[in-house]
């Protein structure tokens, strides 16, 4: 089992930063790749970006490309979502997800059947 615990969402407005945090216990952190993905009201969840075991990959959609940030850290069982100018059409409930799938090359770590387990959500709303 490995639990999941997400923070750093707030109500913000357009253009300034946030940075998300998903702390991880449980089994061997290293052993996962992580996701985040996110779910705004009425609508699907989807995938924002994921990251390999080792930190050497990362991957992001194509609608926060040049903005999001994945990034984690081993030594502190934890990942990261830095998110710069962000719009109103990034509001959402983010979620992180650790998978102990391997994966190399285009579409790794999109599909939300591919994860384990899952946080609770941390709510990110961003005003115009």
């Known amino acids: 089992q490995v639990q999941l615990v997400e923070s750093g969402g707030g109500m913000v407005q357009a253009g300034v930063s946030l940075r998300l945090s998903c702390a991880a216990s449980?089994?061997?952190?290293?052993?996962?790749?992580m996701g985040w993905f996110r779910q705004a009201p009425g609508k699907g969840r989807e995938f924002v970006a994921a990251i390999s075991k080792s930190g050497g990959n990362t991957y992001s959609a194509d609608s926060v490309k040049g903005r999001f940030t994945i990034s984690r850290d081993n030594a502190k069982n934890s990942v990261y979502l830095q998110m710069n100018s962000l719009k109103p059409e990034d509001t959402a409930v983010y979620y992180c997800a650790a998978t102990p799938v391997d994966c190399v090359g285009l579409g790794c770590y999109e599909g939300v059947g591919e994860y384990d387990y899952w946080g609770q959500g941390t709510q990110v709303t961003v005003s115009s």
């Open positions: 449980g089994r061997t952190f290293s052993s996962y790749a």
